[in-house]
């Protein structure tokens, strides 16, 4: 009786280490669950009739070529230090590249931050400071909290190469005082604050018609005036684009 009674409770320790064996471990869910991913759209803002595609190193993560002054929906994308390229039509040759969160302060070259798994960012395809040939490639950040009722949010970027720094007024008000190219409007160059150089902050204002006033230099030239609907809750990036001024564009996308 005894003996059989030992059997038994070698069997049943058998049955329950192989029932163990069976059972997916923690490490075993999050290896088989869905990859961590930053979420990325696309702008291209380089003023060419040549579209372009996105790459992440040698992987191109856009299905179809994005032309002047249009944005991709946000696509899943590695994160990290991260080579973020394009290439021009049907070519695979990467035009111009550039190596985000390989740096340890903010400056002209990348960030200490390059894409955050699971948030939100916008990569503008650019032509560099002063040059009508020469590109580059400009992350921000994108904020995505919802704007307060009857509010939407607006950020505005910078990105027409050979125009000084910008004053933004609209409806009459000065929305932001002066934007360097490359830069949004408020944000700073150094630092890790919701303002610093690849943040781009958003600025609350009332759903409705913006009319948008530009102005440049010490002489106050006028650039551009156009007016640009925001509707409530939605959140926007005005980007300035065009290689002189003569030929400036003013662009809006919405995040939501």
């Not at 999050?30 to 190193?57: D, M």
């Not at 590249?97 to 200490?112: D, I, K, L, V």
Request: aromatic residues 10%.
């Amino acid at each position: 009786m005894i003996i059989r009674q030992k059997y038994i409770w070698i069997l049943a320790a058998l049955s329950m280490l192989f029932l163990n064996s069976c059972k997916k471990s923690y490490l075993d869910f999050q290896e088989e669950g869905t990859p961590l991913s930053a979420k990325i759209r696309f702008v291209n803002a380089r003023n060419t009739t040549t579209p372009i595609h996105f790459w992440t190193y040698i992987t191109k993560v856009t299905t179809n070529t994005v032309s002047a002054n249009q944005a991709t929906d946000y696509i899943n994308t590695i994160f990290g230090d991260v080579q973020i390229s394009f290439s021009e039509g049907t070519s695979t040759t990467l035009k111009a590249s550039t190596q985000f969160g390989n740096a340890a302060t903010f400056g002209a070259s990348g960030g200490p931050n390059g894409p955050i798994p699971d948030y939100y960012h916008t990569v503008f395809a650019v032509r560099k400071k002063k040059s009508s040939t020469a590109d580059s490639l400009i992350l921000f950040y994108d904020d995505l909290q919802a704007p307060a009722s009857g509010k939407a949010k607006v950020r505005f970027v910078h990105l027409a190469p050979n125009v000084n720094d910008v004053q933004v007024q609209a409806n009459n008000n000065i929305l932001f005082n002066s934007i360097a190219y490359g830069r949004a409007g408020n944000s700073i160059i150094s630092g890790t604050g919701l303002n610093a150089y690849s943040l781009g902050p958003f600025v609350s204002v009332d759903a409705g018609t913006l009319n948008f006033s530009l102005s440049a230099g010490s002489t106050a030239l006028s650039l551009l005036q156009k007016s640009i609907t925001v509707q409530s809750g939605k959140i926007y990036t005005i980007y300035l684009s065009g290689t002189t001024e003569n030929n400036l564009t003013l662009n809006s996308i919405s995040h939501n």
